[in-house]
């Protein structure tokens, strides 16, 4: 067989070598940016942060000092206002589509989720603004909350279901065969044998809210001072690295360089939490 | 349960038997439901209906809302809101072409330098690197995707302006001014840096979806091809990609509907300037930037229902495109992952 033996021709080996080239290159072309951005957040953002940028409020433009306290606590207020909104409406949607899901309905209600999933924050924000703050007549952090609570629900309601139809049907078929009614087997038995899965999705739609800015212009817009009031307007991290990023002043890019960093360190801790938790809890549904 | 163990003759007669007995057996088990908790399972769905039911009234919401507040504008300009080259609040003119084509513009650039990079890095990494770099590589590209939008503008405006400023836009105005899109001065802010720092955020989304759909191409076909000689390259596009060309696109168009919607970068890159410019290296202005720099400033009702008619263009735009990105990835995926749908 002399045909077997032919050794592959120039011509195939050069395509061959440059498609590996190319792919490998793609690859290390795609991680550089993230090597760069990361590099220049912690090489810029050390230098800024001090104990007074995390205890104090923004001072006026030309005083030193001064910093992002109230827009960490802001933060954290209109996160958490919108997780009590997008959690448990994720969860459930979630929790029909897998377990009380049959016919056109459901999958009209996944389809709206995956598009809603899409549309764009800029978009969530105009909307929430017509729905809460033109009638409240201001802007507030419970705005801001609902803007992100509203973003948080297609992603949870998405992976919750997901999560559990890896639950097999069996451990459902046995809570009920024992008489166990239905909402007690979905809460007690098939949610708690996914709840790594749950709170994974969970965590992961708060980080990709916990950083979004575009929907906070017109709901929390933001606040020079401390707030905690939630129908006031209040001061977010995003909105704060924003306002300083765009302006003409070297002391507040040194602040927006130090928030940038604080906001990713939230959200890389968050992300790699889940990581951790999703890969232990893939080995338990295995089991 | 006894009933199934006893050996029941294979007969014609026997299966209404079996099915009277199943359903007289039903009762038995009502014995053990209390009124009680047969109410609690009927609440307990219809309260999760209702929750789902969330879902698509925020929809209809968001629909409602923008179509009602920029009615004003709709009526007033009506199509010629779309070909109109004129922003100007004070004399209340509204053309919304310049964000348009801004929008459309820096989104094709984001395009072109993020579908060879995005699909390149997931042969990588199903087809060719080693086992124990294919975690690392997703998941650095996963974190690619959990960047807040704010921080890739702030690194856009303090690293990658610069640095197109200084080298890449001299660089590309000198070989490839001839083709009319890199001249004039070069700011490093414009679309072009929009266009880049767009490439970089899409990458992750059609990136990931492409990576799932190469995974779902059956190892056997890769073996056949294999088998009959085929390199490395004539395998990936013989087997691989012809296969997974569906998938792609729809990841694809994705990664478009990011690029069109997507906000603070863009607006702290692109210049923010309402002109229609051919080259690349001018500032211009997307339909969402807009938005975000004038929304809370514009205090007439028609500057504001014309901004909120840009809002309801980005709305119904994104809503198609997700919906057909959406319906081409699950026509491939959706076999693979047994969803109770398929």
Known sequence: MPSATRPTSLWRRLTNFCFIALSSGAAFLVLAPLAAIFGYLVYKGMGSISWAFLTHTPRPVGEPGGGMANAIVGSVTILCLGSIIGVPLGIGSGIYLAEFGRGRYVNVVRFTADVLNGIPSIVVGIAVYALVVLPQQHFSALSGGVALGIMMIPTIARTTEEMLLMVPNTIREAALGLGIPQWRTTLQVTLRTASKGVITGAMLAFARVAGETAPLLFTAFGNQFWNLNPNQPTAALPIQIFAYAISPFDEWHRQAWAGALILIVLIVVAVSAVRVVTSRGNMANNA | ?342
């Not at chain 2, 609040?89 to 929008?103: E, L």
Request: hydrophobic share 55%.
């Open chain 2, 1 to 342: 349960m006894l009933r199934f163990q006893t050996p029941v003759a294979p007969s014609a007669g026997a299966e209404p038997a079996a099915q009277e007995a199943a359903s007289s057996s039903a009762p038995r088990i009502e014995l053990h439901t209390s009124r009680i908790s047969k109410y609690l399972d009927f609440s307990f769905r219809y309260s999760l209906l209702l929750c789902s039911v969330s879902i698509i009234a925020v929809m209809g919401l968001f629909f409602y809302e923008l179509t009602s507040r920029s009615k004003l504008s709709i009526t007033k300009f009506g199509f010629g809101f779309f070909l109109g080259n004129v922003w100007d609040p004070v004399s209340g003119d509204f053309g919304a072409r310049p964000f348009i084509y801004g929008t459309l513009v820096s989104s094709l650039v984001a395009l072109v330098l993020a579908v060879p990079l995005a699909v390149g890095v997931s042969v990588f990494v199903t087809e060719l690197c080693p086992r124990y770099l294919r975690g690392i590589i997703s998941f650095t590209v996963e974190l690619l995707a959990a960047i807040p939008s704010v921080i890739y503008g702030l690194w856009g405006i303090f690293v990658l302006a610069p640095l197109l400023r200084t080298y890449v836009e001299p660089w590309l105005g000198k070989y490839f001014g001839w083709t009319g899109l890199f001249v004039g001065p070069a700011y490093g802010i414009g679309m072009l840096a929009a266009g880049v720092i767009l490439a970089i955020m899409i990458i992750p989304i059609i990136a990931s979806i492409t990576r799932e759909v190469l995974v779902a191409v059956p190892q056997s076909q890769r073996e056949a091809v294999l088998a009959l000689g085929a390199t490395r390259w004539e395998m990936v596009r013989m087997a691989v990609l012809r296969n997974a060309r569906v998938g792609i696109m729809g990841g694809i168009i994705l990664g478009l509907g990011r690029a069109i919607g997507e906000t603070m970068a863009v607006t702290m890159l692109i210049g923010n300037r309402p002109e229609v410019a051919k080259s690349l290296f001018a500032p211009g202005y997307t339909m969402a930037s807009v938005i975000a720099n004038e929304f809370s400033e514009a205090t007439d009702d028609l500057y504001l229902s014309a901004l909120v008619e840009i809002g309801l263009v980005l709305l119904i735009v994104t809503v198609i495109v997700n919906a057909c990105a959406r319906l081409l990835v699950w026509s491939i995926t959706r076999g693979r992952t047994g969803r109770a749908n398929a």
